[in-house]
């Protein structure tokens, strides 16, 4: 097995594989020769095959991967994560892409130095380093509708050290919808309502060589919506119109490198994550009448110190501990009339060992301890994370793996902590997951390219869901599937990539998944002209879906194709895209009663300094 590493700055190394892997990883580079101009992350994984991005009731993203929900996914940034707040979710459509170089999504068996809370997978957004030759990057994109994105950031590498600041705005009016759409009784078509706001995010990083020993990083950002709007169900009838106010997020993040000898470096990471939103509904359309007003805080501080130690040639070791203090308070105008705090306690150990047995054959496996406890049930709660893979590469660069592990995704906030519908005594979710992947390169005459499949299956227990007005452990579900890919050059100016998705329940499970459709596919085409020009078509097909509804009842949303066009030119330090979206204006809804954009078109504009 070839290692690959992924080097961010010299105080981050993110993404060996398969050491942090252990399962399948899908990289996303974020070239928009492929994609129309996404202004933020849940744009950008839009089309990525077994990965779900919706948008919720309170106009929020629902990420998916292989059928998990949102809560038991983990974000990262740079492998710091992300607080996921009261819900247990990150939404992805209030994180700008910030400069970011790639996305990596691990949807199999996750390695324990991840920690707990990874059950259904780990996506991490990986930010560029700063180059010794620019200075400054300036880029502007624009859609229908004053939709648009401005950023402007500074960065330069200097001997011993580096720096990044960066700052954007955004804004929407709405989008529009397809033609196809019928108004109904809270909307009216054309614009969708309700769904304007300006975003401001302000981030900023620097990395010093202290010596040639020891390296010290630090990050700092704020982002801010100051009023947004949220869109009402299509199917809703007198329901109440609603708001955010004041919605923030900050972070701040502290990373040491210290090489101890030629084969041990210790890496710690220390960091602050948090934010704050009030939510207000009203009984009129023009939000004079308030119903309630409901503020939210919370915050993560976190310690994650991890020793890696090569021993010998054919054997390294990862060990470290991870610990995340969570907290969140609550004041609002019925169950909360005075703040009411709440906090987990979130500790693991974890060690991992690769042994590479020949050039060909390797083995990587882990053994990880999750503990937790929360401020009303002292006992803790123990949770063991094995995971194991086995990997052998080919003559003709074949490479194989199988792997399998046991991942966790604990209790949100909410479930915990809710006054109606809370159970401090849940027990955190459990998923054993195996996975066997094959990846063969294609070499024929005149024909390039590579071929992927895997195969996995997931046993969920303890699954967390609403049962009579409470949470409660009450399911287990399985899962099981497949993905496919094809990446083929038959010329050097043509490349093509396809990929499938399948995603299957078992016979025994009664659990319903809901906003994941049972086959999907992604098709491109991307075609290179002389002078730095580029076409790419692209087209994506979602199979049907069952959506829950305010009453809890199943709705099936119907199948459909969406199809887009961009066209890219490149200059020394200029590039320019247009783009067309969803070229055929299809009406599809992403959730029950929420429907998704019509056609659109796309221009942007990057210029680096």
Not at 290 to 301: H, V
Not at 565 to 586: A, C, F
């Amino acid at each position: 097995m070839k290692f690959r590493r992924y080097t961010l700055e010299t105080v981050r190394v993110i993404g060996e594989i398969p050491a942090e892997t252990i399962g399948s990883i899908t990289v996303k580079q974020l070239d928009t020769s492929l994609q129309s101009a996404p202004v933020n992350i849940k744009e950008s994984l839009q089309n990525v095959t077994g990965v779900s991005v919706t948008v919720g009731t309170k106009d929020e993203s629902n990420l998916r991967i292989r059928g998990f929900r949102k809560n038991e996914v983990k974000i990262l940034i740079d492998g710091r994560p992300l607080n996921a707040g009261y819900f247990g979710s990150v939404d992805l459509q209030n994180l700008p892409l910030s400069d970011l170089k790639s996305i990596y999504i691990l949807k199999g068996p996750i390695s324990s130095m991840y920690g707990n809370n990874t059950m259904g997978g780990v996506v991490n957004l990986i930010t560029k380093a700063p180059s010794n030759k620019k200075w400054a990057h300036l880029g502007m994109q624009f859609k229908r509708n004053n939709t648009n994105h401005l950023e402007l950031s500074t960065s330069h590498s200097f001997a011993n050290w580096n720096y990044w600041l960066y700052g954007a705005r955004d804004n929407t009016d709405g989008f529009i919808l397809s033609q196809d759409f019928k108004p109904t009784a809270t909307e009216n078509g054309d614009v969708r309502n309700n769904l304007q706001k300006t975003q401001y995010n302000l981030q900023t990083k620097a990395n010093l060589n202290l010596s040639e020993l020891h390296t010290l990083g630090i990050t700092a950002g704020f982002t801010a919506i100051d009023r947004k709007k949220i869109p009402q169900s299509i199917y809703g009838i007198g329901e109440e119109y609603r708001l955010f106010k004041d919605w923030q997020r900050y972070q701040s993040t502290l990373m040491d490198d210290y090489i101890l000898s030629e084969n041990q470096t210790i890496k710690t990471i220390l960091w602050l994550d948090g934010g704050q939103d009030t939510y207000q509904t009203f009984s009129d359309a023009d939000y004079h009448n308030q119903n309630m007003n409901s503020t939210l805080k919370y915050r993560t501080l976190g310690f994650n110190p991890r020793l890696e130690w090569q021993m010998g040639g054919k054997t390294k070791l990862n060990t470290g501990y991870r610990g995340e203090t969570v907290f969140s308070t609550r004041k609002d105008d019925g169950s909360y009339l005075d703040w009411t705090p709440h906090n987990i306690q979130i500790h693991n150990l974890f060690a991992q060992l690769e042994y590479q047995l020949n050039p060909r054959f390797s083995l990587t496996g882990g053994a990880g301890l999750a503990l937790s406890k929360n401020d009303m049930r002292q006992e803790l709660s123990v949770l063991p994370e094995p995971t194991l893979g086995i990997y052998y590469e080919f003559t003709d660069g074949t490479t194989a793996s199988v792997a399998g592990g046991l991942n966790s995704a604990n209790p949100t906030m909410q479930q915990l902590f809710s006054s109606d519908k809370g159970n401090p005594d849940l027990k955190a979710q459990t998923s054993a997951k195996y996975e066997a992947s094959l990846q063969k390169p294609l070499n024929f005459s005149f024909i390039k390219g590579s071929v992927q499949t895997d195969f996995y299956y997931n046993a969920v227990q303890n699954l967390i869901d609403e049962v009579d007005g409470r949470y409660r452990n009450v399911d287990k579900v399985s899962t099981y599937g497949a993905e496919a890919s094809m990446l083929l050059q038959p010329v050097r100016s043509l490349e093509l990539d396809c990929s499938y998705a399948l995603l299957e329940t078992a016979n025994d499970t009664h659990y319903k998944l809901t906003e994941s459709p049972r086959n999907s596919a992604e098709l491109s085409a991307v075609y290179y002209f002389p002078a730095r020009i580029s076409v790419a078509i692209s087209s994506s097909y979602k199979d049907y879906r069952l959506s829950q509804d305010a009453g809890f009842a199943n709705r099936v949303l119907s199948a459909y194709w969406t199809h887009g066009m961009v066209i890219k030119k490149s200059w020394k330090d200029i590039r320019l895209s247009l783009g067309l979206e969803n070229i055929t204006d299809t009406y599809y809804e992403e959730e029950y009663g929420f429907p998704a954009a019509g056609r659109n078109f796309s221009l942007q504009l990057e210029a680096d300094i």
